[in-house]
C-alpha cells in the first residue's frame, strides 16, 4: 500500500473569480447575506464616502461582515482578522480580495462601537420576522467572562494606603542613603541616581493617590486600574478581574434577545432590569420569565409587572433541591404564622412576639426566655438563654408567594428546560468561539462585544434551523 505524498509543485486551475471560492452552500454566505440586510442607516453608519476627499476608506458593510464572521472561526483580534483576508478562502471571498490592515479594523470597531452594539437588537428583529422568536417564555442567566485586565491591578483602600506608606518609608531609606554616602565614592553620581529613584517613588506614590480619591469620589470598595469598569468575580477558575454578562434567550428555539455585560460580581437586582430591557425589544411583555436563585430578591421581584408568571427559585429552595440544606426539626418551616395578632408559634404551642425591626425591610420575633428554657427542647431547638428568635420579611407573604409559585407543576417543567436554553449561548461563545476572555476595555467597547458574539451565537442557531440555502434566500428577501 503506498502512501498518499503531497507536492507543491503541481499545477491546478484555481476559480478564475473570486465569486467560485467557496461553494453556494459555505456558512460564509449566511453571513455576508445578514449584513446585507441589516439597516445601516439605523444603525448610524453612513455608507456614502467622505464629500471632503482623504484617503480612501473601506466599504462600511465589509469591515463589518469581516467582524461578525470573524468570531465564528475563533478569530477576534484585528491581526488575526488581518491575517485571514490573506490566507482563508472564506475570508478572501467575504471581502472580494480586500485586505485592510489590523489598524482600519480595530479603529472601526471602535469608531462604531455604539453601531455596533445595536447589531443584536437587528439580528432579533428579523428572527421575530422569520417566526423563529416568540418571546412568550424568556430564560435569564449571568456568566463570567474576564476582562482585558489583571486582578492584581485591582487596587482597595486597605491596599492603597498599605502601600503609600511601604513607599514611603522607602524614601526616607533613600534619604538616609544620601546623607550617609561614602565621601570616597562619586558623590555627584551617586546622589542622581539616588534622586532619580526617589523622585520615580513620589510619582508611583501621586498616582495611588489619585486612585484612593476616585474611591472615595465613586464610593467604590476597589477599582482596577487598567480597566475600571470591570470587578473581580468568583468563576469556575478562580478569582478574576471580570465582567458579568447578563443572556435572555426566548423559549421557542433558545436565541439570544438581549445579552449585556455588567460590572456586578453577582446576578442580584439584575432581573427587573433585563425583562425591561427584553420587553422593549419585544414590544411585548412575555408570559413567563425563568431564572436561577442567584436572581432571587424580593424588592428586585416586586418591580416586575404582575402580570409576568415569575419562574424563580429562593436561595433555600435551591439548596434543598440539592442537597445542601435538608429541613432540621426546629427550621422556621416548622413555626406557624399568626397574621392576626402578628406572632409566631411554636411546635409546641408557646408564642414569639414582635421584638424589633433588625433591618428596614426584616421584623424579629422572640419567645420568652421563662417558656425556651422550660421547654424540653431547650438546646435543640435554641441555646440563647434569652429565647428562641424568628427572623421575617415585611414582604415575607410575597416571598412566599414567589416559593408556591415556582412550586408549580407547570412551572416546575418550564424551570426544566432552563438550563438547556440559557446556558448553551455561554457554552458556545467560551468553547466553540474561544470567547472566554474580551479584548477591549471598558464596559461601551466590551459590549460591543458582547453583541458580536451573541449574534455570531444567533446565525449559527439560524443556520440549524432553517438551513443555510433557506436562510439566505430569506435573508435576501427581508
Given at each position: 500500500m503506498a502512501f498518499n505524498m503531497h507536492t507543491r509543485n503541481q499545477s491546478i486551475i484555481f476559480p478564475p473569480v473570486i465569486e467560485d471560492y467557496v461553494s453556494t452552500d459555505a456558512p460564509?454566505?449566511?453571513y455576508d447575506a445578514f449584513v446585507e440586510a441589516l439597516d445601516f442607516k439605523q444603525l448610524g453608519i453612513s455608507l456614502e464616502p467622505n464629500p471632503n476627499g482623504g484617503a480612501d476608506e473601506y466599504y462600511p458593510k465589509d469591515i463589518l461582515k469581516l467582524l461578525i464572521f470573524g468570531p465564528s472561526y475563533g478569530i477576534r483580534s484585528s491581526r488575526k482578522l488581518e491575517r485571514a483576508c490573506h490566507d482563508n478562502l472564506s475570508f478572501i471571498w467575504l471581502m472580494g480580495g480586500l485586505?485592510?490592515?489590523?489598524?482600519?479594523?480595530?479603529?472601526?470597531?471602535?469608531?462604531h462601537r455604539e453601531a455596533i452594539k445595536s447589531v443584536l437588537k437587528q439580528c432579533v428583529r428579523m428572527c421575530v420576522t422569520l417566526d423563529l422568536i416568540e418571546g412568550n417564555v424568556l430564560f435569564i442567566d449571568g456568566s463570567k467572562f474576564r476582562a482585558d485586565a489583571s486582578i492584581n491591578k485591582t487596587w482597595t483602600k486597605d491596599k492603597c494606603e498599605k502601600h503609600i506608606k511601604a513607599i514611603e518609608e522607602r524614601i526616607d531609606q533613600f534619604m538616609d542613603n544620601?546623607?550617609?554616602?561614602?565621601?570616597t565614592e562619586n558623590r555627584e553620581e551617586s546622589m542622581i541616581k539616588i534622586k532619580e529613584q526617589i523622585h520615580d517613588k513620589e510619582q508611583l506614590v501621586n498616582k495611588i493617590k489619585n486612585v484612593l480619591s476616585e474611591l472615595e469620589a465613586q464610593k467604590k470598595k476597589s477599582i482596577n486600574t487598567t480597566d475600571p469598569d470591570c470587578v473581580n468575580a468568583k468563576g469556575r477558575q478562580g478569582m478574576h478581574a471580570s465582567y458579568n454578562v447578563q443572556s435572555t434567550v426566548d423559549g421557542k428555539h433558545g436565541l439570544i434577545l438581549n445579552s449585556e455585560a455588567v460590572s456586578q460580581s453577582n446576578d442580584c437586582n439584575q432581573l427587573s432590569v433585563q425583562i425591561e430591557t427584553a420587553t422593549a425589544i419585544l414590544g411585548k411583555k412575555p408570559k413567563h420569565v425563568c431564572a436561577d436563585s442567584g436572581y432571587s430578591d424580593v424588592d428586585?421581584?416586586?418591580?416586575?409587572?404582575?402580570?409576568?408568571?415569575?419562574?424563580?427559585?429562593?436561595h433555600k429552595q435551591a439548596q434543598k433541591e440539592n442537597d445542601r440544606c435538608p429541613i432540621k426539626p426546629f427550621d422556621k418551616e416548622h413555626f406557624v404564622y399568626d397574621a392576626k395578632s402578628d406572632e409566631y408559634i411554636c411546635p409546641e404551642g408557646k408564642r414569639l412576639k414582635f421584638a424589633y425591626l433588625d433591618e428596614p425591610n426584616k421584623k424579629r420575633y422572640q419567645a420568652k426566655a421563662s417558656d425556651c428554657q422550660a421547654c424540653h427542647h431547650f438546646g435543640q431547638c435554641t441555646e440563647s438563654s434569652n429565647g428562641r428568635r424568628i427572623t421575617r420579611?415585611?414582604?415575607?407573604?410575597?416571598?412566599?408567594q414567589l416559593e408556591a409559585n415556582y412550586q408549580r407543576p407547570e412551572n416546575q417543567a418550564i424551570y426544566k428546560l432552563r438550563k438547556e436554553k440559557v446556558e448553551h449561548?455561554?457554552?458556545?461563545m467560551k468553547r466553540n468561539?474561544?470567547?472566554?476572555?474580551?479584548?477591549?476595555?471598558g464596559k461601551d467597547k466590551v459590549n460591543a462585544e458582547v453583541s458580536i458574539l451573541s449574534t455570531c451565537f444567533n446565525i449559527a442557531r439560524m443556520m440549524t434551523i432553517l438551513g443555510i440555502p433557506q436562510l439566505i434566500t430569506r435573508l435576501n428577501s427581508a
Open positions: 460564509v454566505r449566511v485586505k485592510p490592515d489590523y489598524r482600519t479594523i480595530a479603529r472601526f470597531r471602535i469608531t544620601l546623607e550617609k554616602t561614602d565621601a428586585d421581584s416586586k418591580k416586575i409587572d404582575k402580570e409576568i408568571n415569575l419562574i424563580v427559585p429562593s420579611l415585611i414582604d415575607e407573604e410575597f416571598k412566599e449561548p455561554f457554552g458556545h468561539l474561544g470567547a472566554g476572555q474580551f479584548l477591549l476595555r
